[in-house]
């Protein structure tokens, strides 16, 4: 079965740090891969989306991730981060039109 | 337009008793998920409805939960003879194919 870990649990950083969460999955085959950030309070929402084509994906608020294929892994980054950063990260995988698998979720803290 | 609506948004209830949870997914969006979201357990997979193929039910935890999507629409996630390790935020998700719009959830307290 499609597994996907976050390797941080929680991550703390001062603002203008440079950010990078880890991603990996365990399929193999065809997969589109997820970003979702669910900020305090708030519901669950898109980040970047990959499904297909260059591998270095845009997302908003100036969040971008990677895929690396022969590593099995998406990595969400961002050169400088903004207190308005502090939410909850999740990565998720599907293959094709099935169902899509979460991580654990990385927490990120901020501080001013 | 209007996103993935979830009722209700908050039910406390005592152990033993059932539940009902209601999602109102985008229209025409074919699949639809019930995930639920504990403290300190990510986000885990309950049950998903694609068009009118059977349903994938394999991360139901047990014989108390069960869900229908009626008319390939709307959903009910029922939850029998809850007991205190129920208590979750339950998030409805629904995807025209690829990626999910998610509802806002409904926070179950069992007491």
């Known amino acids: 079965a499609q597994s996907v870990s976050q390797h941080n649990h929680h991550v703390i950083l001062s603002e203008a740090a440079s950010l990078e969460l880890g991603c990996n999955y365990s399929y193999g085959g065809t997969v589109n891969l997820f970003w979702y950030v669910q900020y305090p309070g708030q519901h669950l929402q898109l980040l970047l989306k990959?499904?297909?084509?260059?591998?270095l994906v845009k997302g908003i608020k100036g969040f971008e991730a990677e895929f690396i294929k022969s590593k099995f892994s998406f990595n969400l980054r961002k050169p400088s981060v903004q207190w308005s950063d502090t939410a909850e990260y999740f990565c998720?995988?599907?293959?094709?039109?099935?169902?899509?698998?979460f991580g654990q979720g990385t927490r990120l803290t901020i501080n001013p | 337009g209007a996103g993935v609506s979830q009722s209700p948004s908050n039910k406390v209830t005592e152990k033993g008793k059932d539940v009902e949870l209601r999602c109102d997914p985008i229209?025409?969006?074919?699949?639809l998920y019930w995930y639920r979201q504990s403290l300190g357990q990510g986000l885990e997979f309950l049950i998903y409805?694609?068009?009118?193929?059977?349903?994938?039910k394999s991360g139901l935890p047990s014989d108390r939960f069960s869900a229908e999507r009626t008319g390939g629409s709307v959903s009910t996630l029922t939850i029998q003879r809850t007991q205190q390790e129920d208590s979750a935020v339950y998030l409805c998700a629904s995807s025209p194919g690829g990626l999910c719009d998610f509802g806002p959830g409904t926070r179950l307290l069992v007491l």
């Open positions: 990959y499904f297909s084509g260059d591998p």
């Open positions: 229209s025409g969006h074919t699949a």
């Open positions: 409805f694609q068009g009118n193929s059977a349903p994938d």
């Open positions: 998720a995988v599907s293959e094709g039109a099935q169902k899509l698998v």
